[in-house]
T-cell receptor
């Protein structure tokens, strides 16, 4: 089946630093990847849609300068949380779309101290 | 726009009880419907799906039938186990590349 990996699985950083999260489709090519954010005991909130070779489309209320998304190849999308603050602490999940289905990564837990 | 509504949890059941988690949707056209499961501390795993009306998705004892007339995709399992304790998300998608629309999730707790 289609496998999506994320790295790192968890990260703790100091306030003000930037954190990069990678999302990879391991055995298929994905022209479209999605980034979600999930707060404790809540549903997933779509942050942005990432298309290979073009700029990401951000959902309303998501700061594009704070959450930088790069989709440089058909198997890799990255999310960089710039100048992270404690309120950015969350569970970030990516997914890759193929054949009318999305396959999810295992998630990255970010804790900003 | 599209939306998905799930019954609110938590749902607490004893082992071997029957499970139903209701899911209804609002969408134009004919979306594909999904149930995802999220175990504690993990990402989402696809549990089952149905792509057209009257299709029944099934996996690991779970079933859901795509009901166009009632715009529903209720999740059922005849006998739950403690290991089924997780959060279940109902979702829909229109076509390749489009975003998933998620329900709010339903937490299931199964007690031995």
């Amino acid at each position: 089946g289609a496998v999506v990996s994320q790295h790192p699985s968890w990260v703790i950083c100091k306030s003000g630093t930037s954190v990069k999260i990678e999302c990879r489709s391991l055995d298929f090519q994905a022209t479209t990847m999605f980034w979600y954010r999930q707060f404790p005991k809540q549903s997933l909130m779509l942050m942005a849609t990432s298309n290979e070779g073009s700029k990401a489309t951000y959902e309303q209320g998501v700061e594009k300068d704070k959450f930088l998304i790069n989709h440089a190849s058909l198997t890799l999308s990255t999310l960089t949380v710039t100048s992270a603050h404690p309120e950015d602490s969350s569970f970030y999940i990516c997914s890759a779309s193929v054949h009318n289905e999305q396959f999810f990564g295992p998630g990255t837990r970010l804790t900003v101290l | 726009g599209n939306s998905v509504t799930q019954m609110e949890g938590p749902v607490t059941l004893s082992e071997e009880a029957f499970l139903t988690i209701n899911c209804t949707y609002t969408a134009t056209g004919y979306p594909s419907l999904f149930w995802y499961v999220q175990y504690p501390g993990e990402g989402l795993q696809l549990l089952l799906k149905a792509t057209k009306a009257d299709d029944k998705g099934s996996n690991k004892g779970f079933e859901a039938t795509y009901r166009k007339e009632t715009t529903s995709f209720h999740l059922e399992k005849g006998s739950v186990q403690v290991s089924d304790s997780a959060v279940y998300f109902c979702a829909l998608i229109y076509n390749a590349g489009n975003m998933l629309t998620f329900g709010g999730g339903t937490r299931l707790m199964v007690k031995p």
